[in-house]
């Protein structure tokens, strides 16, 4: 099992900032890409941005020069800095990765984490 947690959600107002972790943990042989994902109330799950094991970057365009993602494989953790931040983004943020588990014969994985509430008031 590979497990993922969120932390540093919480209540902002419009304009101002927050950043979110997500470390991976378990039997983990290399890490992949990994990857943000919003779901606001009675919606889909989407693609905030992503981030591969190279550093190549991927972005939702109505995030585009506001929110920078980035990792530590080192640390296999991956971090989303939220400036600039709207009413709009206002969602349960989800953090996502995908890699290889360690052991005598590694098995891929795909993992989610339990999420952690972002809410911009205005």
């Known amino acids: 099992q590979v497990q993922l947690v969120e932390s540093g959600g919480g209540l902002v107002q419009a304009g101002g900032s927050l950043r979110l972790s997500c470390p991976a943990s378990?039997?983990?042989?290399?890490?992949?890409?990994m990857g943000w994902y919003g779901q606001a109330p009675g919606q889909q799950r989407e693609l905030v941005a992503a981030?591969?094991?190279?550093?190549?970057?991927n972005y939702a365009d109505s995030v585009k020069g506001r929110f920078t993602i980035s990792r530590d494989n080192g640390k296999n953790t991956v971090y989303l800095q939220m400036n600039s931040l709207k009413p709009e983004d206002t969602a349960v943020y989800y953090c996502?990765?995908?890699?290889?588990?360690?052991?005598?014969?590694?098995?891929?994985?795909?993992?989610w984490g339990q999420g952690t509430q972002v809410t911009v008031s205005s």
């Open positions: 981030i591969t094991s190279g550093g190549s970057t």
């Open positions: 378990g039997r983990i042989r290399s890490v992949n890409n």
């Open positions: 996502n990765a995908e890699g290889w588990r360690d052991g005598s014969l590694p098995l891929p994985f795909r993992s």
